[in-house]
């Protein structure tokens, strides 16, 4: 079963900048996807689109079977995102970053409760949850983001750079959490600028450059020919 299709993506913004020039992508069902480029290569946009932040110009995007544009709803409720930035509120508690997200999401307050309890524990943010966010530490802060990501139970969580600018401890133990996630049934779409991230966590990868996708394959063959 595939998670994500994408078929032809074109991003074209309206200055003319031509960042996706007609991409095809297939994630299956349970993997930890990478997508790997320099800056500029398309990798938001292509995130963004998928998340139903930016419209594409043309071409399909399906998620699970469902179409992207015919099924907004259901797909959005599909997707979860971890942005590169934070931009969660600094002076609110974990508690009530993670819950309120929740109720965004519509769903009931004893289950949101049970669910903010779930993943910040998972998250090892539990007995940070009543401290003022803005005292966390940079990993503490990207975890409270994928918490809040994970409220909804996304099939597919899509990680924006997670561990950009990060020391090699941090990176190492934000790793283990993410393929915690992956083995509770949930698909990733991680992109990044490290090689090894994409090695340690990932069977597949693709990598995009110039709004192109210029090598899909596994990370096997792909250190074969680097
Ligand atoms: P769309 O074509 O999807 O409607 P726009 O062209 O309206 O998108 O751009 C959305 C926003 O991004 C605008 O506020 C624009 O100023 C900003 N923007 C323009 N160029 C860039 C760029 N190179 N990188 C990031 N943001 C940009
Ligand atoms: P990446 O995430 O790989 O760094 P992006 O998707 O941000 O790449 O950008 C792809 C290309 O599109 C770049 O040339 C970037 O400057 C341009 N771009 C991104 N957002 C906008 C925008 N809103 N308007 C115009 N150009 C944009």
Not at 154 to 165: C, K, N, S, V, Y
Not at 172 to 183: D, K
Not at 193 to 220: F, M, P, S, W
């Amino acid at each position: 079963e595939n998670a994500l299709e994408i078929k032809d993506l074109v991003k074209t913004y309206k200055d003319g900048t031509q960042a996706l020039k007609g991409v095809d992508l297939q994630v299956e069902a349970g993997e930890i996807f990478a997508l790997l480029g320099p800056n500029g290569a398309g990798k938001s946009t292509m995130i963004g689109i998928i998340s139903s932040l930016v419209n594409a110009t043309s071409g399909q995007v399906s998620v699970f079977g469902k179409d992207l544009v015919k099924d907004r709803q259901a797909v959005k409720a599909m997707i979860g995102l971890v942005p590169q930035e934070f931009n969660f509120n600094m002076f609110e508690k974990p508690i009530d970053i993670v819950a309120n997200q929740a109720g965004y999401y519509g769903i009931p307050r004893s289950v949101a409760m049970e669910r903010t309890e779930k993943y910040l524990k998972q998250l090892q943010l539990w007995e940070k949850r009543h401290s003022v966010s803005r005292g966390l530490s940079g990993g503490m802060k990207r975890r409270l983001m994928i918490a809040r990501a994970m409220v909804n139970e996304p099939r597919i969580l899509i990680l924006d750079e997670p561990t950009a600018g990060v020391d090699i401890e941090i990176r190492r133990s934000m790793w283990s959490f993410v393929e915690e996630i992956a083995a509770q049934g949930t698909t990733i779409i991680l992109t990044t600028h490290y090689l090894e991230e994409a090695e340690q966590l990932c069977k597949n990868i693709a990598i995009i450059d110039h709004g192109e996708i210029v090598r899909n394959t596994t990370i096997k063959e792909l250190l074969k020919t680097l």
